[in-house]
Structures are given as C-alpha cells and as structure tokens.
C-alpha cells in the first residue's frame, strides 16, 4: 500500500493508501479507527475543511472530478474536472488542499510545475475564479503527486527527494516576494513558503517548528 494523500478532520486523520476505494483512519496517537467507504470513487487526492465538515477527493475513476463527501463517506457535491481545469491550463492535479482560513480562495492544487489557488462557492459548489497562481523554485519539481499542506500561517510542498540537497536551507525569490525554506527529511523534501504578499495569502508568521 503506497500513502498517497492525507487530511484531518474532527479528530480523525484520513489517508489514501493507493489503490484502494477506502479512506484509512487513525486517531491522534496512530491507533486504527477503521475505513471509511467511499463507494463508487478510487481516492488519488484528499482534503478537508473542518469549517464545512466535509472531506474533498480527486476520483481516478471518475474523469478525476472533486467530489465532496461527508463524514460517512457519502457524496455530497460533485464538481467536474473542467471546472478547475479550466484556471490551471488544463494541466493534470493529484494533490489537493483546502484552507478554510483563505474564504476568498479556499481550494489549492499542484500541478508539475505550478501551484494554483482557485475561489470555491461553497453555495453552489462551483470553482469561480482564479486567485493567484506561482511556480515554486525548487530542484526537480515535475510531480503530480507533490504534496501541499498548510502550517496555520504557512504553506508547505512535500515531495521525494530526487537529488542532492543539503539537510535545510533557505531560498530567496526577488520575483515571488518570499523566502522558501527547505529541509530534507529522510527521502522526503519539504518546502515552506513564508511571508508571501499576494492577494489573501497571509503566511509572514512563520516559525521553524519542523521536527
């Protein structure tokens, strides 16, 4: 089982383990708390909004649409890929994030290259407009899977390591008007973007709390 995707959401924290059409659950201290059944979808992204109590995945199965589900698994909303696709140039998503704290542009996604910040109405379930969009500098980004998090006040990129990079370092960008900070844990690579001033992104509290 490969982990692909994770969220938390009231106390649980669901990950994919590809492929299957289940969400795995663990509490706090890893203990199992079961699957969750998300019926006719095979998960390749996961998110979730605590505000909403709803998660978010991305179906391999189907045309890789968001779907919006409960907390029993159940659809609740779908939006077609066009829909998303159409603010990031069509290109191809695995890797999905929500922030409840960006009301004006709720739903990130990665793709090779590119990160996109794109505003949901949450009414009507439809992906509106296009907030802000940036291609991070780092070494050899061209991961679908690339993963993105957010730290309360920061953002994060998680990929596998694929060259050589020293254990931590920081990156100015004069184009971006932020710092992007990397450490290298295990073969896992993790990018922090601290102090971005575009539009609703607020991440100039950062704080070096990567154990």
Not at 165 to 180: A, D, G, M, V, Y
Request: aromatic content about 12%; proline content about 3%; hydrophobic content about 40%.
């Amino acid at each position: 089982m490969n982990p692909m995707g994770s969220a938390w959401l009231n106390g649980a924290f669901y990950s994919i383990g590809w492929a299957n059409q289940v969400l795995f659950k663990n509490d706090i201290d890893g203990n199992d708390l079961g699957q969750l059944n998300v019926g006719n979808h095979l998960p390749t992204a996961v998110a979730s909004s605590p505000e909403l109590g709803v998660l978010f995945i991305l179906d391999e199965w189907n045309n890789r649409d968001l779907f919006v589900l409960n907390e029993e698994g159940q659809d609740v909303a779908q939006i077609g890929r066009d829909r998303y696709q159409r603010f990031q140039q069509g290109n191809w998503s695995r890797s999905l994030l929500w922030v409840d704290k960006h009301p004006d542009g709720q739903l990130w996604m990665n793709t090779p290259g590119h990160i996109w910040q794109m505003a949901v109405d949450v009414d009507n379930w439809d992906v509106t407009e296009l907030v802000a969009d940036f291609a991070p500098q780092v070494n050899d980004w061209a991961e679908e899977w690339d993963g993105l998090g957010h730290t309360k006040h920061d953002l994060s990129l998680e990929r596998r390591a694929v060259s050589a990079l020293p254990e931590s370092k920081s990156l100015q960008s004069n184009t971006l008007k932020n710092t992007c900070h990397i450490w290298k844990i295990r073969d896992i690579v993790l990018y922090i973007y601290s102090s971005l001033k575009r539009q609703t992104w607020d991440f100039s509290h950062f704080q070096r709390s990567i154990s």
